[in-house]
């Protein structure tokens, strides 16, 4: 059999591994590529998909790094099944359908952004509300420990991983020319001792491995300090009169947030008059959605319920559904804690709290998921100085934290905790959603301490697997073209533009009032897109 890696290697997102075997091709996952331009533009290589002639998607879990392409396959001719777990079947119906709006809305503003510009306005999204729409009756859904045959000579186990509501591990038992190979796909392996989930399944058995990496380099901080750190940035703004914002990802970590602060009302930790606003729509549905499915979460969390309490409801908290709702939280004076997304603040809400927030000293902005490389979540936890947002250079002087310990996916000691439980030594680990840096740590760490042969594959690798743990060939990946920056050629063409602007100072001084205004907003935006380019140097 064949495995090719579109996605989540050497990167953290666009998770997509397509296996053909001698009956069938399918694909674990079809995550959309998230970060910065380069990263982003894979999501608009379709063809390498080969979308019509996919038979069978399995998606490990709703997030969109692992499933938001899958609009963009049925746009592309895919119109075959999708099996998954039911709380995940119900979560790619929003998740999706919020993901075409934005494709269509960032469309619509390109459009118009050329149209001031008087060029062609010829864009199109990547797809549409109609593509995610086509999705949904395709999605099949399975229990844990439900085996089930998706083509002949394929038998496809879910277990749970513990990483979010419905989030599984893929067991694959293939049968191929008359041998037998059984293949695991750990998808997000999760943080033991995780609100709402219960800890990731145990796997004793494969012939081949591919396990996430995304902290392989780190361990997390333990639950109560996590908890006691969120309280601390709280007390800090609470007192002085200003907002705790917190991007979070509308499926889990929204409402691992929410039982967080219910856990801190328990313990008479959180202020009684500070409001909690959940500012996101797709939150607001998602949480609906997690409690429908109460079997699927831990004994700690069922006891609450049958109780009659909700750990992701507080006295509080006010959900925030409408744009107006949403611009209201920051025209209000006092203190108050905001959920918002996106998680990586690359999109929604989340951007107009920062731009509201950021440059208060008094503020605190509160990170509890992981930023990937290239957004501005990211470039805020790495020290930036300053944050371009919506045509505005934001000072960052608000109190920032990172708490690590809310993450959903295990930590560096956790992974290789959950890989010793595998006994064929002989199995070759594949290492996938993880940053290069973070997977050659974790690759030297299993070869010392567990013995088991490490691959890092690239991205559009291609490899062949044969039985009892044979890779008989690698196929080169395809290596794509460096985006090339010409720094002389830029600058040179800015002196020339400068110089050529002094020369028509006079003219601009005869034009009207109103024209030389247009023109001094512009350059000052040309001032600021310089200083923050500046900032990394």
């Not at 086509?134 to 749970?160: Q, R």
């Not at 902290?215 to 908890?227: I, P, Q, T, V």
């Not at 809310?406 to 439980?421: E, I, P, T, V, Y």
């Amino acid at each position: 059999m064949k495995i090719k890696f579109l996605g989540a290697a050497r990167a953290v997102t666009g998770s997509c591994f397509v296996i053909e075997t001698d009956q069938a091709r399918f694909a674990v996952d079809c995550g959309m590529h998230q970060g910065n331009d380069k990263i982003e533009k894979r999501n608009w290589n379709a063809d390498i998909y080969e979308a019509a002639k996919i038979d069978f998607f399995l998606i490990t879990h709703a997030h969109i790094d692992h499933s938001g392409l899958l609009p963009l396959m049925a746009k592309n001719g895919f119109r075959k099944p999708i099996y998954t777990t039911e709380p995940t079947g119900d979560l790619l119906k929003i998740l999706l359908l919020d993901s075409a709006h934005i494709q269509e809305t960032e469309a619509g503003w390109k459009i118009k952004r050329l149209q001031r510009w008087g060029k062609s306005a010829d864009v199109a999204a990547l797809y549409t509300t109609k593509d995610a729409e086509v999705v949904a009756p395709l999605v099949k859904t399975k229990k844990y420990n439900e085996m089930f045959s998706p083509a002949p000579g394929i038998k496809v186990n879910f277990l749970d991983a513990g990483h979010i509501l419905g989030a599984a591990i893929v067991e694959i038992f293939i049968e191929e020319n008359g041998a037998s190979t059984k293949l695991v796909f750990s998808g997000d392996i999760g943080r033991r001792h995780q609100l709402m989930v219960e800890d990731p399944a145990i796997v004793k058995e494969a012939d081949y491995i591919f396990m996430e990496s995304t902290y392989g380099d780190r361990n997390h901080k333990n639950e109560e300090e996590s908890l006691n750190e969120l309280a601390e940035a709280i007390n800090y703004s609470y007192s002085r009169n200003e907002k705790i914002i917190i991007p979070a990802f509308a499926v889990e970590r929204t409402q691992e947030m929410l039982y967080s602060l219910y856990l801190l009302n328990e313990k008479g930790k959180l202020p009684k008059d500070l409001p909690v606003f959940l500012d996101s729509p797709l939150a607001i549905k998602a949480t609906e959605i997690f409690r429908r499915y109460h079997s699927y979460m831990d004994k700690e969390t069922n006891s609450i319920v049958k109780s009659g309490d909700d750990p992701l409801d507080l006295p509080q908290l006010q959900f925030s559904s409408s744009t107006e709702q949403s611009m209201r939280i920051n025209e209000m004076k006092g203190s108050a804690i905001v959920i918002s997304a996106s998680g990586m603040c690359n999109a929604g809400r989340i951007r107009h709290h920062l731009r509201h927030n950021l440059w208060r000293p008094g503020a605190s902005v509160v990170f509890v998921g992981y930023q990937a490389q290239g957004t501005p979540g990211r470039r805020i936890v790495e020290g930036a100085k300053n944050i371009r947002i919506f045509n505005d250079d934001i000072a960052v002087k608000a109190n920032i934290r990172t708490i690590g310990g809310f993450s959903a996916h295990a930590g560096q000691s956790q992974l290789l905790d959950w890989l010793k439980n595998f006994t064929n030594k002989k199995m070759p680990v594949f290492l996938v959603h993880g940053e290069y840096s973070a997977q050659e740590t974790l690759a030297a760490l299993i070869k010392e301490k567990l013995g088991f042969g490490v691959t890092i594959p690239e991205y559009q690798e291609e490899i062949l697997l044969g039985p009892g743990a044979e890779i008989r060939e690698i196929k080169a990946q395809v290596v794509e073209e460096e985006p090339r920056v010409d720094l002389d050629a830029l600058i040179g063409s800015l002196e020339a533009k400068v110089s050529e602007l002094k020369s028509r100072k006079k003219n601009i001084a005869s034009l009207s009032l109103s024209r030389q205004m247009e023109i001094q907003d512009m350059l000052k935006e040309a001032d600021m897109n310089i200083d923050e380019a500046k900032i990394d140097v």
